[in-house]
Structures are given as structure tokens and as C-alpha cells.
């Protein structure tokens, strides 16, 4: 009922996410691995959680029939306020459970931030892991509500999030637009994704909102903009970086100096910029839809940010 972290969790789930994938359709927005399994070196039970992030989780029928082709159970009855579940396996634990909620919704937010906080802290993971060996040793089983003090607290400390669809690259620039008039000079907003899914876009549209009237174009092979706006913008690529030398971030610093900065691909700088105001993260649904999601340790920021939308 309670195992050691085994690897293979994470291969189970790329393969029934290809098969509810193609299962849902158009219904699927994103699908992300959630839950204990998804936590490297946590021990959990071994039932693979999959949030299905879709666009409604009012299924038609032909869509639930489709689901329940694959060996699943409907399991609507179990399910909770915003979501609609799934279950396949013999019995308890079961081998996965689907839980179909709404993309960008609560409970999308708040399955991938407590994910999330787990990953970032192994403290945090190693007391939910004993927490939930102390319940079974005392009980025998454990159940959400067992839990949902340390969760609660989790998300409470964790960066909030926002997510929001785009349907074109103007949309992309009026989200971005509609951030940079929140920033002030100083900050740093780090935008990632995989290629082609709108990084310069997004900071074109900033940059026009900050009063940047000139070409805005990708800086990967000059590393960086710097362009005059109200207040000044800095654009930086770090894609063909692997973490800074001392020299190198004394070519980089100046672009920080009373500048709003957006940084593309910051995963290569390897934790050695500044403190993030805001993280961006695009990526692809199809040739025209993007996916963005806002994160931030200011919820008021985020509130303001999309408030009206």
C-alpha cells in the first residue's frame, strides 16, 4: 500500500497521458502528473494521479465512453466539486486515478503548485511522506481530509499562479502588456518555453506598453536589448548559456540597472540572477493557441493583473 519512489511512475504516466490524450481530444488543454508518485525520491501509494487540465469537464458522452474504452472506470460519483474522475485498476490502490478538471481553474492551480512546492523542498516532501506513514501506522489508511492541514499551509506559502489561453500573437502582446504596466524599474520577469511558443512576443507586447516604439526582436546572438521606454527595457537570451563566469555577469549586470528586465530561457543561468518578480511560462496547444501561465509570490500583483478579465 506504500511504496519507495520507483522511476517507472514517471514512464507510467507519459503513456497513459498519450492515451487519454488522444482519448479526450480537443477537451485536453495540458495533462501533468500530480500527486505523490510525481514527487522524485517521495514514497507514495502506488497510484499514478494525472490532472487533466481541459477545457470543460462536462464530457459528452462519446468523450466518458472513449475514456472508459481505455479500461477505466467512471467514477462521477466519487468525484468532487470541479472535477470530473476516473479510476483503473482491481481495487484500492488503485493503479491510476484521472481527476478531469478545468484548465487554469482552482484545482488545476492548486494540484500543480503543492506538486511543485514538494519538488523545490525535500524537507517539505519528507515531512508529508512521514506524516502519512505516522497516519497509516495509526489508522491504517489515510484520506485527504488527513492531510489537509500540511497542504493548506503548503499553498498558503507557495507562489501563486495564473493561467490564461492565447489565441493569437496580439493576444500573447496584450497579456504581456497588460503585466508590464504592473512592473516598475527593477524588476525581472523571466520568460520560458519551448522554441516557438511566443517568448519575443511576449516581451514585444511589453515593451510597446512600456512605450517602446522601435523593432523588438530576439537578442540570441547579440545576448541582449536595451531599449528607452517609460522606464528603459532590457531584453536578454541566455539560450546559448551554461550558467555565468564572473566576466560573463559583469557584461550581463548592467543591463539590470534601472531597467525593467525580461530574460528568455533563465533556466541557463542556473539560479544566478536577480531575484524574479514574475516567472512566464509559454507553451504550445496548436499552431495558432498558446498556453500562459503567470507565477509570482505577490498574489496581489496577479489579482491586479487580471482583475476585470
Known amino acids: 500500500m506504500f511504496a519507495e519512489h520507483e522511476p517507472r511512475w514517471a514512464k507510467e504516466f507519459a503513456s497513459e497521458a498519450s492515451r487519454l490524450r488522444e482519448a479526450l481530444g480537443d477537451f485536453v488543454l495540458e495533462i501533468e502528473h500530480v500527486g505523490s508518485t ?20 462536462d464530457l459528452p458522452r462519446d468523450a466518458v465512453e472513449r475514456v472508459k474504452a481505455l479500461g477505466y472506470l467512471d467514477a462521477e460519483e466519487d468525484s468532487r466539486s470541479g472535477e470530473r474522475r476516473f479510476r483503473r485498476g482491481a481495487g484500492f490502490p488503485w493503479q491510476v486515478i484521472v481527476h478531469v478538471v478545468e484548465w487554469g481553474g482552482p484545482m488545476w492551480r492548486d494540484y500543480l503548485r503543492f506538486r511543485d512546492a514538494l519538488r523545490a523542498d525535500p524537507g517539505l516532501a519528507l515531512e508529508y511522506e512521514s506524516l502519512k506513514r505516522r497516519l497509516l501506522a495509526e489508522h491504517g489508511e489515510y484520506r485527504g481530509v488527513d492531510k489537509a492541514g500540511l497542504i493548506r499551509a503548503t499553498l498558503t506559502r507557495a507562489p501563486d499562479r495564473r493561467f490564461v489561453r492565447s489565441g493569437s500573437p496580439e493576444e500573447t502582446e496584450e ?22 511558443s511566443g517568448k519575443t512576443t511576449f516581451v514585444r507586447g511589453g515593451c510597446r506598453a512600456l512605450g517602446v516604439t522601435g523593432a523588438v526582436t530576439s537578442p540570441t546572438f547579440t545576448i541582449g536589448h536595451r531599449y528607452e521606454g517609460d522606464p528603459d527595457v532590457s531584453h536578454l537570451d ?42 512566464v511560462r509559454l507553451s504550445h496547444v496548436d499552431l495558432a493557441h498558446r498556453l500562459i501561465t503567470l507565477e509570482s509570490s505577490e498574489k496581489s500583483l496577479l489579482d491586479s493583473l487580471f482583475r476585470g478579465c
Open 38 to 57: 510525481a514527487v522524485p525520491g517521495l514514497a507514495a501509494k502506488p497510484t499514478i494521479d494525472i490532472a487533466v487540465g481541459a477545457s470543460t469537464i
Open 175 to 196: 497579456i504581456a502588456g497588460r503585466l508590464a504596466r504592473e512592473l516598475r524599474a527593477g524588476d525581472l520577469v523571466t520568460v520560458s518555453g519551448e522554441l516557438g
Open 238 to 279: 541566455l539560450f546559448r548559456f551554461q550558467g555565468f563566469s564572473a566576466a560573463e555577469w559583469g557584461d550581463l549586470e548592467p543591463y539590470f540597472e534601472d531597467a525593467i528586465c525580461f530574460v528568455e530561457w533563465p533556466e541557463a543561468a542556473a539560479g544566478a540572477l536577480p531575484p524574479v518578480r514574475v516567472e
